[in-house]
Each structure stands twice: as structure tokens, then as C-alpha cells.
T-cell receptor, first 117, second 113 residues
Framework: DTGVSQNPRHKITKRGQNVTFRCDPI?????LYWYRQTLGQGPEFLTY????????KSRLLSDRFSAERPKGSFSTLEIQRTEQGDSAMYLC???????????????FGPGTRLTVL | AQSVTQLDSQVPVFEEAPVELRCNYS??????LFWYVQYPNQGLQLLLK??????LVKGINGFEAEFNKSQTSFHLRKPSVHISDTAEYFC???????????FGTGTRLTIIP
């Protein structure tokens, strides 16, 4: 078990460019979550998948954001036409619980730090 | 509205002294409660969680927390802190019927030698 991995760890881009982040969850974890953490704040939920199905999206996830988990394994988060306000740490987490009410532990990756110039 | 409050943004504590980090939540439904720790430039690591049963929960690194339903609190405690406990601590809640975690704004614990 190598834990949740995220790539890249750091990304610097210019305003208006598109960026894509990847998350590889712990193998066989069926749930995958994306959070965003800005400086001095706690992580904020963006979206989550159960297997390949995207079950919930936050209002924070504007139409410039899209997340996929095509085969129920790794996931990608794409931000189109980046803005300076998108600068943040993007965290991925996975869990293995099933059912509608799990309370299962979410294991977090190290995050991708995005800086938009 | 459902929310999580960590009133103390920073807590300085002398080494080997006890510490309590406060967390309160607001919810009209049942909850699961978590404490995570974040070391610099790292992801979050689970310290402990309350799902049901005994209200006193013991976690890793000597931390424990007590769920108090009447006061809607889940305060984190350690009887004797070490330099290595310097980190950001986040309280998190998941509300009934919702998988996402709602985090507080965090408490930065600084250990003074």
C-alpha cells in the first residue's frame, strides 16, 4: 500500500491556461474525493466519486472545473481558463467504505499546489 | 446551517505541558467526527474519529478526544506535548446522509521548548 499519490506536486501557470491534476487512490478504494485548501483555511469539498460515478459536486465547482474517474481507479481534475483565485492546494482523498452512510476514514494525498500568475 | 468551528487559530504550549484544541459543530442531524493533523507541505493524517459508542476516543500519538452531544463539541487533548506535535490540526465532520467532510479553519499548535 503506497498511499494516495498526486501529480504534479506543484504547478505554476499563467492566467487563462488550462491545467490538469491527477490522483491515484489507494488500490481498491471505491470512493475518491477532491478538496481545495486555500491559505489559512481548512479544506473545502469539491466533488466525490463512487467507482466511476460522480455522486456530488460542490457549488465551488464552477463550469470551468471538471473531474473524471473513467475506470473507477485514478481521477483527473481539470481547470480551464485558470484565474488567480484558483490558486490553492488541491487535495485528493480516497476511502473504501460502501453503503450510503459510511463514516469511513478518508486517506489524503500530499496535494497539488497550484499558483496562477 | 451545518458548520464546524475551531475558535483558536493559534495555540502556543510549552513542551511537556497539556493541551486542548477546541472544536464545536452545528447540526440538526447525527454526525461523524474526525481530527486530522497536517504537517508542513504534507497532506492530512487522521488522528482519531468518533462514529458511535464510547464518547472518549483515543487516537495516534497520544491524542484523545471526547464527544459531547449536549455541547456539540469534540475537543482534542494531549496530556503532554512534544516538539514533534507542532502542526496544523483540523476538526472535521460528516453529516448524516452526506459523504463529504466539512472542515474547521484549523488550529496551529506551536510547541515552545
Amino acid at each position: 500500500d503506497t498511499g494516495v499519490s498526486q501529480n504534479p506536486r506543484h504547478k505554476i501557470t499563467k492566467r487563462g491556461q488550462n491545467v490538469t491534476f491527477r490522483c491515484d487512490p489507494i488500490s481498491e478504494h471505491n470512493r475518491l474525493y477532491w478538496y481545495r485548501q486555500t491559505l489559512g483555511q481548512g479544506p473545502e469539498f469539491l466533488t466525490y466519486f463512487q467507482n466511476e460515478a460522480q455522486l456530488e459536486k460542490s457549488r465551488l465547482l464552477s463550469d470551468r472545473f471538471s473531474a473524471e474517474r473513467p475506470k473507477g481507479s485514478f481521477s483527473t481534475l481539470e481547470i480551464q481558463r485558470t484565474e488567480q483565485g484558483d490558486s490553492a492546494m488541491y487535495l485528493c482523498a480516497s476511502s473504501s467504505m460502501t453503503g450510503t452512510r459510511s463514516g469511513g476514514e478518508q486517506f489524503f494525498g500530499p496535494g497539488t499546489r497550484l499558483t496562477v500568475l | 446551517a451545518q458548520s464546524v468551528t475551531q475558535l483558536d487559530s493559534q495555540v502556543p504550549v510549552f513542551e511537556e505541558a497539556p493541551v486542548e484544541l477546541r472544536c464545536n459543530y452545528s447540526s440538526s442531524v447525527s454526525v461523524y467526527l474526525f481530527w486530522y493533523v497536517q504537517y508542513p507541505n504534507q497532506g492530512l493524517q487522521l488522528l482519531l474519529k468518533y462514529l458511535s459508542g464510547s464518547t472518549l476516543v483515543k487516537g495516534i500519538n497520544g491524542f484523545e478526544a471526547e464527544f459531547n452531544k449536549s455541547q456539540t463539541s469534540f475537543h482534542l487533548r494531549k496530556p503532554s506535548v512534544h516538539i514533534s506535535d507542532t502542526a496544523e490540526y483540523f476538526c472535521a465532520v460528516s453529516f448524516f446522509g452526506n459523504e463529504k467532510l466539512t472542515f474547521g479553519t484549523g488550529t496551529r499548535l506551536t510547541i515552545i521548548p
